[in-house]
């Protein structure tokens, strides 16, 4: 069928209609035993964006306005229902690759946005599955892929803390998807914003942590689950969110403040109704963590994810040398301003316990083979942090085995 039967075929339908229609005609377009021809691709993001997006019109001029609020909304949903009706993981995929994947475009950004949101919160595992393969695509420290994963952090993880249970069973129903997510995030924040460190929304590190915490392999989800994708794609490297989450767990001793324990609240009251009398009884109150004791267990939960990552075989894909090496220069800086004010490196505990937090995620990292990079390189460049016995005998140890 030549595009303009294709097209004269479809507008028989007032959109949403014609949206639902596109998809399944893009389906028939791009799903074969081989690569689709250019010709063929060339027509189906001529559907897209004519029947699907309303991008242009019948004449292919850009259209101003596009969709509304309204048929946004109707347009998720038509393809929230295709994907979670498509049982084939690489038709689905090249499908939400195809509507997705060149995103020149913010309308088609806030639609995306608005979909994996919405798949956040009903906990859709075919979308929140693609939308995971198009992180990774991109490219989990693309300016798309942080804009995307930012507006879910608005959404979800600053002020509603009531819906941290549904939250915490995404990384059961989509664990590449949360494994990617986690790695842009660490792109968002603890990193200088023109001298400003960029903290996260605690209840986004509580959420986290409670991920990785009880899921020691989530972290390699993406890596040992590789992406169905279409046929003739270029699968783009998986980076973990280690070495990005060891950051947050070495930086955090410099810019978090210990929180001093205060008087616990009085115990909840309850009232039991017995046959002769009335018995109360007292309810302890579950007590969240402070920031600083979240960072300690992310820590610890980190490290346990290095050791379950231990390399088996082939060469290690799990942390990247650079990447840690990133760290060193954040130390460097906050040691001057500790010189400078005339305090003593080996004295200040904020620094030594940053120092002692590399040293144990290098450690554990280099011995269980889950570095990859020049090793040579970083642990020279670690020899260059301020004096800590851990480190430097941990240096010390692996420079000797290269």
Not at 30 to 44: E, F, N, T, V, W
Not at 307 to 319: K, L, Y
Request: hydrophobic share 40%; with cysteine.
């Amino acid at each position: 069928m030549s595009l303009s039967d294709l097209k004269h075929s479809l507008r028989k339908y007032e959109f949403p209609a014609c949206a639902k229609e596109a998809l399944y005609k893009i389906e028939q377009l791009l799903i074969g035993r081989s690569a689709p021809s250019s010709k063929q691709l060339d027509i189906s993001m001529d559907i897209t964006s004519e029947f699907i997006f309303c991008e242009t019109d019948r004449r292919g001029n850009r259209r101003g306005s596009g969709l509304n609020p309204l048929q946004e909304l109707q347009l998720i949903d038509i393809i929230s229902e295709y994907l979670s009706a498509c049982s084939n993981e690489t038709t689905k995929n090249t499908i939400f690759l195809s509507l997705f994947g060149s995103m020149d475009s913010q309308r088609k950004l806030k639609i995306l946005s608005i979909l994996a949101s919405m798949a956040v919160s009903a906990c859709c595992t075919p979308v929140l599955s693609a939308v995971g393969v198009w992180l990774q695509q991109m490219g989990c420290s693309s300016p798309q892929s942080l804009q995307l994963v930012e507006s879910v952090i608005q959404d979800h993880f600053y002020l509603n803390t009531s819906n941290q249970n549904s939250l915490k069973t995404l990384a059961t129903c989509a664990p590449e998807f949360v494994s990617n997510f986690i790695t842009a995030v660490t792109e968002l924040y603890m990193h200088d914003l023109q001298g400003v460190k960029k903290m996260p929304p605690k209840n986004l590190l509580e959420i986290i942590t409670s991920w990785v915490y009880s899921n020691p392999t989530l972290c390699m989800s993406a890596q040992l689950n590789p992406a169905a994708l279409p046929v003739g794609a270029i699968p783009m490297a998986v980076v973990t969110p280690l070495a990005g989450l060891i950051h947050w767990c070495s930086i955090a001793p410099l810019h978090v403040e210990e929180t001093i324990d205060v008087e616990e609240p009085a115990p909840k009251k309850i009232k039991i109704e017995g046959e002769k009398q009335t018995v109360v009884k007292s309810v302890p109150l579950s007590k969240p963590l402070p920031t600083s004791d979240l960072y300690t267990k992310l820590h610890l939960a980190v490290l346990h994810s290095l050791r379950v990552g231990q390399r088996t075989h082939g060469p290690p894909t799990a942390v990247n040398a650079q990447q840690l090496a990133a760290l060193i220069p954040l130390v460097q800086l906050y040691s001057h301003q500790l010189i400078k004010r005339g305090i003593k490196l080996q004295n200040d505990i904020k620094l030594q316990d940053c120092l002692d937090r590399i040293g144990q995620a290098i450690q554990v990292a280099l011995a269980n083979g889950c570095v990859y990079g020049n090793i040579s390189n970083l642990l020279s460049a670690l020899d260059t942090l301020p004096e800590n016995r851990l480190l430097k005998m941990i240096i010390k140890k692996h420079q000797q085995s290269i």
